[in-house]
């Protein structure tokens, strides 16, 4: 009963509330919009605010506390695009540009699935590490440019391949993340306590915005279902899962906390909507982005947010009691 009960105030949080609403009004085809400068506003707010938390928890721990952390996230992050390419091309039968593709957004991460359940740990009551922050920005891009290199060795190169890894490190959820990682780090606790009630106190709200608005974006994907096909509805449940198991597995094992593995867990499950995306319109522009957009957003992003975070949380919680999921 403690299980569903989880569940439940899961389904019920104001978070995933406002994703239905969002999803809602687009069905009903209600004239709900987020001015776009709100929309990137919201975005900018909630990535440097986890960059700035993330950097002055990172200032009170020690080299030996996160080394191990940030190498367990670098090769998850590497490993997972392999795989997932493999399974698409052996498997689904897609091309090596579309395989491709979707390994570097699986292998990727999702910002604000992150940082929804980083609010989930906290409403359940699980402390998480302060220094999780840090494994998102770190891996944010491996998966991309093992995805990339993948398709340059197994396709035709398409001449910008060389410089998206650039492009991505320049881009605004790696500066926002990196350059609030490095303020919080310098400024520290004391630093951070500061700017606490701007970028501390109201986050919870903002989130919740931001997640209506996904909500209404996920929702005018939903149409292009007919065009991904069975294998990839199954491939955008089933792999999540896969790799959410084996980030608590892995997570678990190099002594992270219930909370701490759970979260570890979501980064390895979510697939990135943001800089992958953006990554591979440039690099792979013949990959075809109603597969990729449509999988990773229509599909995993509510499918982590309503179902995933209280699934992980209780495998976490079974790896720390020493059994099996």
Not at 111 to 129: C, D, M, N, R, S
Not at 151 to 175: C, D, F, I, N, T
Not at 219 to 243: H, Q, W
Request: charged share 10%; net charge neutral; hydrophobic share 60%.
């Amino acid at each position: 009963m403690e299980g569903l009960e989880i569940v439940r105030q899961n389904l019920l949080s104001p978070m995933v509330l406002a994703f239905v609403l969002g999803a809602v009004a687009t069905f009903v085809r209600s004239d709900l919009r987020f001015p776009e400068p709100v929309y990137q506003l919201l975005s900018i707010y909630l990535l440097f605010s986890i960059g700035l938390k993330g950097g002055a928890s990172l200032a009170t721990a020690s080299l030996a506390e996160v080394a191990l952390p940030a190498l367990a996230g670098i090769g998850i992050g590497t490993a997972i695009p392999i795989w997932c390419y493999a399974i698409l091309r052996r498997f689904g039968g897609f091309s090596v540009a579309d395989s491709a593709a979707l390994a570097a957004h699986y292998g990727s991460v999702s910002a604000v699935t992150f940082i929804a359940a980083l609010a989930y740990a906290a409403a359940v009551g699980a402390p998480t590490e302060g220094f999780l922050p840090a494994l998102l920005a770190l891996m944010e891009v491996p998966a991309i440019a093992v995805a990339l290199v993948i398709a340059q060795h197994a396709g035709p190169g398409s001449g910008r391949r060389s410089e998206v890894l650039a492009e991505v490190l320049s881009g605004k959820s790696m500066v926002l993340l990196g350059g609030g990682l490095a303020i919080g780090w310098l400024g520290g606790e004391n630093g951070f306590a500061r700017v606490a009630p701007f970028f501390s106190d109201p986050f919870q709200g903002v989130l919740t915005l931001f997640l209506l608005e996904m909500g209404m974006v996920a929702a005018r994907r939903i149409v292009d279902l007919r065009e991904v096909g069975s294998f990839l509805v199954a491939f955008a449940i089933a792999m999540p899962l896969a790799n959410g198991v084996i980030g608590i597995a892995l997570a678990s094992a190099i002594g992270l906390s219930v909370g701490g593995a759970m979260v570890f867990g979501v980064l390895a499950a979510s697939a990135s909507y943001i800089a992958a995306p953006a990554a591979v319109r440039i690099a792979l522009p013949e990959a075809n982005p109603g597969y990729y957009l449509t999988a990773s957003l229509a599909i995993t992003f509510p499918f982590n947010l309503i179902v995933g975070l209280p699934v992980y949380f209780a495998i976490a919680e079974r790896f720390a009691s020493g059994g099996a999921p």
